[in-house]
């Protein structure tokens, strides 16, 4: 079976980061050096955000046709496969890159800490999850990527375990997050006794075959079982995804963490799990046929909870002393605004979604580590006690103002262009339309909250001795400044960059027909022994 290059770079990256965890360990029982922990993390790290690059560059330049990759050469719908689309590509690249930048922020952020070996391992166990997620083809072999990316951030929630906040933290988010797998495998085996498949591509085909009901059922069963597995999927990513009021496991988690694994837990794990109910709606049950009509309902379950989720966001923003749990509550008042617009289910609501959660990802990395930047200087969360911080930390200060603005949606950085996409897309909803006054009135409540973080870090005298306090080192200053140039260049080229990436993957999403030709062609070529 031939397979070209981009398609092995794809299949590669989860291995490679997973095998790598599993040496990493080995490595330091023989070199008791943490630089040659962090420097082969790094490695790993940097060569996967290399493949992703050049996946992404094939997908978008030399063929739209999804990438497949056959495990063991057996077949889809039999065997496990990878099937990669611009979409999945476009995450994949989102994935590396921020792991990328979360673990160069760690060698200075971490360097007094303890056991860095098991750090640096979880932390490539997250990743290879996250990406197992964007890029497997296989609703089963999703339940387990899920299990990875979860077990290793819970580890990663709770490794300054000396301390009661992390534990607790970490206990209450394994079992939530445990509850919510556990609903989604439920879910897999309602899949799996409906349609008698596991193959994203095959279920899709059955959904739209002229033969339903499908492996014999009447047509009640078929009703039933595709409701509770698409019921099941939906609460249970809804849960993983925090949007309200299933976010009441993230105020604790995501603070709890060091604050580099902050800035992934918000800003790229929460998306994998928006981006598969992307994947389960648009690609998998988009046009299937009216005996399965919970699929039309949910467009208004992910409206009416997108508003509850940015509303309640929002408000608790105004509320928080702790900078840590204030960014915390940005994430589920941001994930509203996603659902909000994949609850349109057109092409103009799904551009918006997905060009936010490209933005909201990128400065909610830049906000968590810039505070994991003052924390580390100063060692405290609390508003009161960081007082006065920023003035003697300019560039980080700077890099938080920036990241603070473009979630608060200021022009023209890139909160503000997606924003703007959304509130276009209910402008020209219909009798939808008044709802663009939620994304008016909670953004100026992020504002105002976020500018409360920054008048009392950097504006309000200090209320201890701040004279030793100095610029972050530039291993976490670098980081920040990248971050905050992409705030603003995403910005500034908007619209190129909408129409050039997020659109084709917009694209991708709702293109059923590639993604199920991509798998029929690789069981064509097993068959004839290609």
């Known amino acids: 079976m031939e397979v070209n290059y981009a398609t092995q770079f794809a299949a590669i990256q989860p291995f490679l980061a997973i095998a790598a965890a599993f040496i990493l360990p080995l490595i330091s029982l023989a070199i008791k050096k943490r630089e040659v922990w962090e420097g082969f993390a790094l490695t790993i790290l940097s060569i996967n955000f290399i493949?992703?690059?050049?996946?992404?560059?094939?997908?978008?330049?030399?063929?739209?046709?999804?990438?497949?990759?056959?495990?063991?050469?057996?077949?889809?719908?039999v065997g496990i496969v990878y099937e990669v689309d611009r979409a999945g590509a476009l995450m994949g690249s989102l994935i590396n890159g921020l792991v990328l930048v979360a673990a160069i922020f760690s060698i200075r952020y971490m360097e007094h800490e303890e056991r860095v070996q098991w750090y640096y391992t979880l932390m490539l166990g997250f990743e290879a999850g996250m990406l197992g997620c964007v890029y497997t083809g296989d609703i089963f072999n999703l339940f387990v990527m899920l299990e990875v990316m979860s077990v290793a951030a819970y580890g990663l929630v709770a490794f300054r375990r000396e301390t009661h906040e992390a534990i607790e933290a970490a206990v209450k988010y394994a079992i939530v997050g445990s509850v919510a797998t556990t609903a989604y495998f439920m879910a897999v085996a309602f899949a799996y006794g409906t349609f008698g498949t596991l193959n994203?591509?095959?279920?899709?085909?059955?959904?739209?075959?002229?033969?339903?009901?499908?492996?014999?059922?009447?047509?009640?069963?078929?009703?039933?079982?595709?409701?509770?597995?698409?019921?099941?999927?939906?609460?249970?990513?809804?849960?993983?995804?925090?949007?309200?009021?299933?976010?009441?496991?993230?105020?604790?988690?995501?603070?709890?963490?060091?604050?580099?694994?902050?800035?992934?837990?918000?800003?790229?794990?929460?998306?994998?799990?928006?981006?598969?109910?992307?994947?389960?709606?648009?690609?998998?049950?988009?046009?299937?046929?009216?005996?399965?009509?919970?699929?039309?309902?949910?467009?208004?379950?992910?409206?009416?909870?997108?508003v509850f989720s940015a509303i309640v966001g929002a408000t608790l923003m105004l509320t928080q002393r702790d900078l840590k749990r204030l960014i915390a509550y940005g994430t589920?008042?941001?994930?509203?605004?996603?659902?909000?617009?994949?609850?349109?289910?057109?092409?103009?609501?799904?551009?918006?979604?997905?060009?936010?959660?490209?933005?909201?990802?990128?400065?909610k990395a830049l906000l968590f580590m810039a505070a994991g930047a003052f924390i580390h200087a100063i060692g405290t969360r609390n508003f009161d006690e960081l007082a006065g911080i920023g003035r003697k930390m300019?560039?980080?200060?700077?890099?938080?103002?920036?990241?603070?603005?473009?979630?608060?949606?200021?022009?023209?950085?890139?909160?503000?262009?997606?924003?703007?996409?959304?509130?276009?897309?209910?402008?020209?909803?219909?009798?939808?339309?008044?709802?663009?006054?939620?994304?008016?009135?909670?953004?100026?409540?992020?504002?105002?909250?976020?500018?409360?973080?920054?008048?009392?870090i950097y504006a309000r005298q200090p209320v201890r001795d701040v004279s030793s306090i100095k610029e972050a080192p530039r291993s976490?200053?670098?980081?920040?400044?990248?971050?905050?140039?992409?705030?603003?260049?995403?910005?500034?080229?908007?619209?190129?960059?909408?129409?050039k990436l997020i659109a084709p993957a917009v694209s991708s999403l709702f293109n059923t027909q590639d993604y199920v030709s991509a798998a029929q062609s690789i069981i064509q070529m097993t068959m004839g022994g290609g």
């Open 476 to 499: 976490m200053v670098s980081p920040l400044l990248v971050l905050a140039a992409l705030c603003i260049l995403l910005g500034l080229i908007a619209p190129i960059f909408v129409d």
């Open 200 to 306: 994203m591509a095959d279920l899709a085909l059955k959904l739209r075959g002229s033969t339903l009901p499908v492996t014999g059922q009447p047509i009640g069963d078929v009703f039933l079982g595709s409701a509770l597995f698409l019921a099941l999927t939906f609460w249970a990513f809804s849960l993983k995804a925090a949007i309200a009021p299933n976010h009441f496991w993230l105020p604790d988690a995501h603070p709890a963490a060091p604050s580099p694994i902050s800035a992934l837990l918000s800003g790229i794990m929460v998306k994998v799990a928006i981006f598969a109910l992307m994947r389960y709606i648009f690609t998998i049950f988009r046009g299937a046929p009216p005996v399965i009509p919970i699929v039309q309902s949910l467009d208004y379950v992910l409206i009416i909870l997108g």
């Open 51 to 77: 493949l992703s690059l050049i996946v992404i560059y094939h997908m978008y330049v030399i063929s739209s046709k999804p990438l497949i990759y056959a495990f063991g050469s057996w077949p889809p719908p």
């Open 394 to 456: 300019p560039l980080t200060s700077a890099a938080f103002l920036i990241g603070a603005l473009a979630l608060a949606g200021a022009p023209p950085l890139n909160g503000f262009m997606s924003k703007l996409l959304l509130f276009k897309a209910y402008l020209e909803s219909g009798w939808l339309a008044p709802l663009v006054v939620v994304i008016v009135i909670t953004s100026v409540f992020a504002l105002m909250g976020y500018l409360k973080a920054f008048y009392h």
């Open 332 to 363: 589920v008042l941001n994930i509203g605004y996603i659902a909000m617009g994949m609850g349109l289910a057109n092409p103009d609501g799904l551009t918006a979604a997905l060009f936010h959660l490209v933005n909201h990802a990128i400065g």
